[in-house]
């Protein structure tokens, strides 16, 4: 029961996102929302009285959800248009995750070409000089004895 169901106001959508962050909880953690020995769940003093307990073992994403589900405000709580929209971007995180490291692959590899073709560069820089430089040597070697005649 929502915190506004207890003091006896009407439910609305807002109690129904309160009911499903309490669901949330259960099937996440595995362990029943409210704890035992409280105060008989649906009960006006549990519902008033239910400080949210810590979430052991949900993400933080997942866990900012339902402690706003679980809000004592109802206009804290999401709607459930913005919960399941809240929900798709948690579930797709290892999607963005997977793309984030293709694209750190992606530049890396780049780099790296860079450098493989910047070294391949200097390397063929160099055997073109040292042709030169032999090419040189020759013509003078050919030139020398027309030089003397």
Same mark, same amino acid.
């Given at each position: 029961?929502?915190?506004?169901?207890?003091?006896?106001?009407?439910?609305?959508?807002?109690?129904?996102?309160?009911?499903?962050?309490?669901?949330?909880?259960?099937?996440?953690?595995?362990?029943?929302?409210?704890?035992?020995?409280?105060?008989?769940?649906?009960?006006?003093?549990?519902?008033?009285?239910?400080?949210?307990?810590?979430?052991?073992?949900?993400?933080?994403?997942?866990?900012?959800?339902?402690?706003?589900?679980?809000?004592?405000?109802?206009?804290?709580?999401?709607?459930?248009?913005?919960? @399941? !929209?809240? =929900?798709?971007?948690?579930? %797709?995180?290892?999607?963005? +995750?997977?793309?984030? /490291?293709? &694209?750190?692959?992606?530049?890396?590899?780049?780099? @790296? !070409?860079? =450098?493989?073709?910047?070294? %391949?560069?200097?390397?063929? +820089?160099?055997?073109? /000089?040292? &042709?030169?430089?032999?090419?040189?040597?020759?013509?003078?070697?050919?030139?020398?004895?027309?030089?003397?005649?």
């Amino acid at each position: 029961m929502s915190p506004e169901q207890a003091r006896g106001e009407p439910a609305t959508a807002a109690s129904d996102m309160y009911s499903y962050g309490l669901l949330l909880r259960e099937l996440f953690t595995g362990r029943p929302a409210v704890e035992p020995g409280s105060p008989a769940v649906g009960s006006a003093e549990a519902a008033m009285t239910k400080k949210p307990r810590s979430i052991p073992g949900l993400s933080g994403d997942l866990r900012a959800l339902v402690e706003r589900l679980e809000s004592p405000a109802p206009g804290a709580r999401p709607t459930a248009s913005e919960t @399941l !929209a809240r =929900l798709r971007w948690i579930g %797709d995180r290892p999607r963005r +995750r997977n793309r984030r /490291i293709l &694209a750190a692959a992606a530049v890396v590899l780049a780099v @790296l !070409a860079g =450098l493989k073709y910047t070294v %391949d560069l200097r390397e063929e +820089r160099s055997q073109a /000089i040292a &042709a030169r430089n032999q090419a040189e040597q020759l013509v003078g070697f050919l030139i020398g004895p027309f030089e003397v005649a």
